[in-house]
């Protein structure tokens, strides 16, 4: 105590080695911790892709049986078909056989339309069209800038197909581009 006032005199200031060792403990705490939390994440990253391989693998194998069982009862179904137009309507085979056929054939062309369809959504139009608009991607150099008014869908729905002579329309690296 001081012999002042009766209050205790105050702690020293620590010394600046000691302080100095203070921030490198929490400066390697830090970096710990840091590390740490890459290695969780990259362990996290390397379980999920595993899991996903695995599945789909398993997906794959699946679908194969899924087909094999459809096509299967496919045929069965056809072949009652052919039958109850043969044996109950009293059509000759050969017709049983043409009718059944070209139902087929108009479920495969209607299936296979709507797969081209659907399929156009696998190109990703509005992200390529965005990323060209930022400067990235085989499309950068046929689209308005970032801060133009001028819209990106209609600069690529206009963007010629071909070049003058026919060949193809090229990026800059020599490589065919696909319009969106």
Known sequence: MSADNGTPPPDPAPDLLETLRQVGAAGRAGVDATLDSAKAMRTLVS??????????????????????FGAVAGLLL????????????????????????????????IAGWRAMHYF????????????????????????????????TREATEHMPPKQTNGAPVKDRRGIDVTPP
């Open 120 to 151: 156009e959504h696998t190109r990703m139009k509005a992200t390529r069209r965005q990323l060209a608009r930022l400067g990235i991607g085989e499309l950068a150099e046929h689209t308005p800038e970032a801060g133009s008014a001028q819209s």
């Open 47 to 68: 379980a999920d892709i595993s899991l996903a391989r695995s599945a789909a693998g398993r997906t794959l194998a699946l679908t194969a049986v899924a087909i094999v």
């Open 78 to 109: 056809t072949a009652a078909l052919v039958a109850v137009l043969a044996l109950r309507f009293g059509l000759p085979w050969s017709l049983s056989l043409l009718i059944v056929g070209l139902l087929c054939l108009a479920g495969a062309g």
